[in-house]
């Protein structure tokens, strides 16, 4: 499938906590058809460091399609010839320099000073990421959803939707997903930010006219992909002690070729990142809660929606117990809630790379009331 990336503009949004933000920009990606009476829609929501791209290539000659190409086309669990599906990049996204992802954010202009927001960029929520969904929405037409899928940070804006909006989401799917960010994963969030923060070139968040913190941003991007990885498919690809390798042996400065590839995988990224959206990034995500209420529970209540949880059985970032405890928590309540794993090596990158072994659990979810 061949996709463009279209262009949604919001004047003034007001965001959860109150802040205002004259204008909100964000890019958007479709496939297949919206029928006349819009009620075919299906959200995909992106995950942490991803965008809107989740299938097709945008030119026939691209190495690579979006990154659940596997699960959204004709005859697939997403099935382009049954629904419209659609996907936007968030508020804050990770890449504002990507000339394929629109988004608003910290590097983004503010109109009342003419240079960037910098950290004077409104904290933002993942209920916000939905409430700039929902507009994007209604300018189609859309007031309600067949259904709302997502991996990862995805799952909480789907999670979110189906709290925030209880009467327009008929099925909502979390796929390697939590349902509140609990002390633990606050605190392993805080470690992704922490060499952002610590590089001098930071400088409060104030590097846009200078020096951009690469290293701060390369060291964060490594840890998020070691996170995103197990411990089975790290000690597979890279051998560390067998047979010994000599420069590390030899000199403290010389890394493990594991590292030098880690740091240039990471360094790549750099080029499109910026330093304060991933701060935000990670904000958003540790002020989750699913409902923005005061306990799990209270959120959870509202719930209408048939619900399925496709946590990884490996993933070492957000455990299966995660999902498990708001499958639990929606049967206790009288919600109508699905449970399967998703088994593989990947760990929390099985929801992208293995999600075809749930095709068939995706399929009876989506098609059967």
Not at 330 to 352: C, P, T, V
Request: charged share 20%; aromatic share 10%.
């Amino acid at each position: 499938m061949l996709v463009e990336k279209k262009h949604y503009k919001l004047q003034g949004f007001t965001t959860s906590n109150g802040q205002f933000i004259p204008e909100v920009e964000v890019g958007w990606e479709s496939w297949g058809k919206l029928n006349a009476q819009r009620d075919n829609a299906i959200l995909v929501t992106h995950y942490f460091s991803g965008a809107s791209h989740a299938a097709g290539r945008y030119q026939e000659d691209d190495l690579l399609a979006g990154y659940w190409d596997s699960i959204i086309g004709p005859g697939k669990p997403l099935d382009t010839d049954k629904y419209f599906i659609i996907s936007s990049d968030t508020l804050v996204n990770q890449e504002p320099f990507n000339p394929r992802v629109i988004t608003t954010g910290p590097a983004t202009i503010n109109p009342a000073t003419g240079k960037p927001w910098g950290l004077d960029f409104p904290v933002v929520t993942i209920r916000d990421f939905v409430e700039v969904q929902r507009s994007l929405l209604l300018s189609l037409g859309i007031e309600a959803l067949y259904a709302v899928i997502g991996p990862s940070m995805g799952s909480l804006q789907a999670l979110e939707w189906s709290i925030a909006y209880p009467e327009a989401v008929k099925r909502m799917i979390s796929v390697i997903g939590m349902g509140e960010a609990d002390a633990w994963s606050c605190l392993g969030l805080q470690q992704w930010a922490e060499p952002i923060l610590n590089d001098p070139l930071w400088c409060e968040g104030n590097y846009y006219n200078g020096a951009s913190p690469v290293a701060g941003v390369q060291q964060t991007l490594m840890q998020i992909s070691l996170a995103a990885m197990s411990p089975t498919i790290i000690n597979r690809t890279f051998k560390k002690h067998y047979p010994l390798e000599e420069a590390p042996a030899k000199a403290i400065r010389q890394n493990f070729r594991m590292v030098d590839y880690f740091k240039a995988q990471s360094l790549a990224q750099t080029k499109y990142a910026d330093a304060n959206h991933l701060l935000y990034l990670i904000r958003a995500n540790q002020l989750f809660i699913a409902g923005q209420g005061k306990t799990l529970t209270e959120g959870l209540q509202k719930i209408q929606a048939k619900c399925l949880f496709l946590p990884a059985t490996n993933d070492l970032l957000l455990r299966p117990a995660l999902a498990k405890k708001i499958h639990q928590a929606l049967l206790s309540l009288g919600k109508r809630s699905f449970y399967a794993e998703i088994e593989g090596d990947w760990g929390h990158l099985d929801g992208l790379n293995s999600i075809t072994s749930q095709a068939e659990t995706l399929s009876q979810f989506i098609n059967q009331d």
